[in-house]
């Protein structure tokens, strides 16, 4: 029996905005090895792998805001389950 998928967001534009932003940073990240092949300053690498971090958390953070959003509005999870998911997902960020 196939698992059932669950949809990570339902809201598209954060949706959107997630992708996006995750698309970015995955660029970033290429140059950022370009960066290095060609000898670029520890100080600018360094720099550009904050960002990347930044919009990595941002991504992650958007998501989790989101499903926590869609937890209390469909109302149809065991909250102690919900809170002891959410704690874990903040906690792995941290």
Do not use: P, W
Not at 30 to 42: H, K, P, Q, T
Request: hydrophobic share 40%.
């Amino acid at each position: 029996m196939a698992k059932k998928r669950q949809q990570t967001m339902h809201d598209e534009d954060q949706l959107a905005s997630v992708i996006t932003r995750l698309k970015r940073a995955n660029g970033q990240l290429s140059a950022i090895v370009r960066m290095l092949e060609e000898g670029r300053s520890c100080e600018d690498v360094v720099y550009q792998i904050a960002a990347v971090n930044k919009a990595v958390n941002t991504a992650a953070f958007t998501l989790i805001s989101s499903n926590l959003k869609e937890c209390i509005t469909e109302g149809n999870r065991d909250s102690e389950e919900v809170t002891e998911k959410l704690q874990k997902l903040f906690l792995s960020l941290a």
